[in-house]
């Protein structure tokens, strides 16, 4: 500790005299240090600089002015030692008091100076982060836009495919239909030519017969009387399966213009038919359907994509009945539009998943089953024909769709 300076208990600074007086109105100090001595005065420090003097002093007394222990200063006066040391005291007790002041005040003002430097490097950490997460708010919203695009994508295609899959399904459908009597047909064509070779075989022996009896001994023979009985089933039988086929194709060229715009003045209750007809090999044994047609006039619509809405309504009956189901299709003008009514007798809808049915991708299918499309498309197909879909349904109770459509 350096001989001018104050300890300051518990403080790392320790303070001089005139540090300690600096604070002091030193004229009103010595003003009460001469009325109390009643002679001049003189304060320095240990150093000998003259910190507080009055009057004169002829070398009477030189009291040391204390800090804590090592006097900080001396004080000279002319007064009686008594009054001196008097004086000293008081000297010290306001020195003292100063002093803690001091201290506290320059402590207060070091916490003061770290908390400002704490807050600011808070502050500049703050202001990095903040930009720090700007930074990543504007990379995460690129990505999310960029994901939202995807997806958008993605859905776009689906729902073309949606499109194209129910298509497809019937084409699977249709492939199976046709195959079927061409099957038949091909197998019809065959015996008919080996009844022919055995037609020929016994012509062939007629120049050479006899008589008449032998003629009609060969015949009974090679059993001609049934070969020309079957001939006759077989042409019969083969002709209806190509008109089957004839019939399934033309209605098919009713689904080859689906995404082609085109509307034309069509028989509603023909197009109902006609999907029945095509999709009759993937609802059989599954589902019957009954047709309740009334009297409807023609309807100006693409009737391509009208046959979508109803093979899609159609196959969901059949994926929500236990077979052997029904399903009804009624036609009406009621309100002055036309009204298709489709009404199975499946499971039904619970109120949970209806207000959901028409919403894309929902589905309550097995994966690979369902696409939640079918009614996304057919009511947009419906609403760009200006009308709506509404359904009704209850658990146990089966499902009527309802589409209405304005007669233009
Ligand atoms: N006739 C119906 N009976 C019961 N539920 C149906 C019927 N039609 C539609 N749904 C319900 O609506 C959902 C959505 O149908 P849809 O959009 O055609 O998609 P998907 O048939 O691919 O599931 C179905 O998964 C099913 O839960
Ligand atoms: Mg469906």
Redesign the pocket.
């Known amino acids: 500790m350096s001989p001018d300076t104050v300890p300051a208990a518990g403080f790392d600074r320790e303070l001089g005299l005139d540090e300690l007086l600096r604070s002091v109105d030193r004229a009103r100090l010595a003003d009460a240090l001469v009325a109390l001595l009643g002679t001049g005065l003189r304060l320095s420090d240990v150093r000998g600089r003259e910190l507080l003097a009055r009057g004169e002093v002829h070398g009477g007394v030189r009291l040391p002015v204390r800090g804590e222990m090592e006097p900080i200063g001396y004080l000279e006066c002319d007064a009686t030692e008594a009054q001196a040391a008097a004086a000293v005291v008081l000297l010290q007790w306001i020195l003292r008091a100063n002093a803690r002041y001091l201290m506290a005040s320059e402590l207060h003002l070091q916490a003061v100076h770290e908390d400002y430097a704490e807050l600011q490097r808070r502050h500049a950490a703050l202001q990095e982060s903040e930009a720090r997460y700007r930074e990543l708010a504007l990379h995460l919203e690129q990505r999310v836009a960029e994901q939202v695009q995807t997806i958008e994508a993605t859905q776009r295609r689906l729902y073309q495919s949606?499109k194209l899959a129910s298509v497809g399904q019937l084409a699977a459908g249709v492939a199976h239909e046709i195959n079927n009597p061409i099957g038949f047909i091909a197998s019809n064509l065959n015996t008919a030519q080996g009844y022919l070779q055995r037609l020929g075989h016994w012509a062939e022996q007629l120049p050479a017969a006899p008589d008449l009896a032998a003629v009609q001994q060969a015949w009974a023979a090679a059993d001609l009387g049934f070969v020309l009985q079957d001939f006759s089933d077989l042409i019969d039988e083969s002709r209806s399966g190509a008109a089957r086929v004839a019939r399934i194709v033309a209605d098919l060229k009713g689904f080859s213009r689906v995404d082609q715009g085109g509307e034309e003045a069509a028989d509603i209750n023909a197009i109902i038919r006609q999907v029945c007809n095509v999709a009759e090999g993937q609802i059989r044994g599954r589902l019957a359907p009954v047709f309740v047609l009334g009297e409807v006039p023609p309807l100006r619509c693409n009737a391509a994509q009208l046959g979508q809405v109803i093979l899609?309504?159609l196959?969901?009956?059949a994926?929500?009945?236990t077979p052997p189901g029904v399903v009804t299709f009624e036609t009406a003008v009621a309100q002055g539009q036309l009204r298709l009514r489709?009404h199975?007798n499946?499971?039904?809808?619970p109120p949970t998943?209806l207000p959901?049915?028409?919403?894309?991708?929902?589905?309550?299918?097995e994966v690979g089953?369902?696409?939640?499309?079918?009614?996304?498309?057919?009511n947009d197909i419906v609403r760009a024909h200006g009308g709506r879909i509404e359904?009704d349904?209850r658990p146990g109770a089966?499902?009527t769709?309802t589409v209405w459509l304005p007669l233009r």
Request: proline share 2%.
């Open positions: 949606e899609n309504l196959l969901n009956a994926d929500a009945v489709v199975d499946g499971g039904g809808i998943v959901r049915i028409f919403d894309p991708f929902f589905t309550t299918k089953r369902g696409t939640g499309l079918g009614l996304t498309v057919s359904v349904s089966g499902t769709f």
